[in-house]
């Protein structure tokens, strides 16, 4: 069984007998005339199907009584003159064995189909809210199933959501998910290490975007999983930056954050360098911090401790840190445990310490334990993916000592929660003080 076929199966497992659920595939979006964004499947779609082209619904149907489960795609039908112009489409025929379907038809054929699979059906199971298209289309369906009622058919009495059962699926990845997602943070690991030997004062951030973006695609990788960040200097304090077309000068810190997207995973890596390869005292003390933050934080992983530990790891090292170099005046502030209580560390580290990772980059799936009384932070499992990526941003302010104005730094690396702790996925980005400017003396 493919893993997509495994996958609709543990799904259906899960359903209602006799329920019916329908996803639907992300459409195409047009850029101006004539010209679209790059085409991007729908992540739920292609967890169950493995198919990638658009105007794609999967439509399964939970086993009942002695009618099996059943697994049906809609798709776009063959068009020898439209291939001229787009390329190769599978068609229902090809789609439905290539892709391991009990049947498949065109997509022009889901309305009235819909209206025969629905008919009797106890319930409807489908993303509830995710737009007014679907929730259109679904009303025509059920409107089309009542109009039979006079025969005896009952249209389903229950709409229930699909993303929460499918989002908790997600949240595990399987040994095949892995090896993808290694490869996307290698790729991208090494990206950054190519971005890092190519620069040097005096070039444009957008420059250095190219060498990641080169270094992506001759791996191939299809795309960014999100818009690159290449800071240079004060712009490292933003933390969307996305212009990415300063000129980087002579004594800046460069942040870069950037992952390829490969075969639907995404990578997420962080790395920040000095452009001239060599950090100055005030970075160099700041960069160690934060490395110091991430190795606590990396090092609480392991199945059975909770989500927000890692958070709580990182930041017991930041606040400590900025204390001892003076970010904070433990005068006014107190200790570590003070600065932590009144949340001062926020002037400095205002964001969470990661996310889950897989086919999107902020991937699904609840932080949660929402069946325990207070909804406390999940437990982490085996399986698991997640970013570590603490930072430190420090704005010119009053009371901040002026060698550390405008110096962003984050270091942010993927990590796979093992059975016996964790396994660092993205170490092929050059990391320690000495690897970067090792790397980089090698600079042309
Ligand atoms: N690159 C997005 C993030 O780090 O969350
Ligand atoms: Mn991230
Ligand atoms: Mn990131």
Known sequence: MSPYAARRAALLEQMQPGAVAVIATAPEVARNSDSDYPYRHDSYFYYLTGFTEPESVAVLLAARGDAPACSILFCRPKDPEREIWDGFRHGPDAARTAF??????????????????????????????????LDEQVRRWLDQVKRQSRSGISAPAMACDLLPLLDEMRLFKDAEEQAIMLRAATISGQAHARAMRASRPGMYEYEIEAELLYEFRRNGAQAPAYNSIVAAGANACVLHYSRNNALVRDGDLVLIDAGCELDGYASDITRSY???GRFSPAQRELYQLVLAAQAAAIQTIRPGQRYQTVHEAAVAVLAQGMLDLGLLDAKQCGGAADVIADKRYLQFYMHGTGHWLGMDVHDVGQYRDLSSPGKPSRPLQAGMTLTVEPGIYVRPAEGVPEAFWNIGIRIEDDVLVTADGHSILSTAAPKSVQEIEQLMRQNP
Do not use: C, H, K
């Not at 022009?108 to 189909?113: A, G, N, R």
């Not at 409807?124 to 298209?133: I, Q």
């Open 100 to 133: 391991g379907f009990d049947a498949a038809f065109t997509i022009d054929q889901l309305d009235s189909e819909m209206g025969r699979l629905l008919a009797n059906a106890p319930a409807l199971y489908y993303a509830l809210g995710s737009g007014a298209a």
């Open 274 to 276: 000095p452009a001239n």
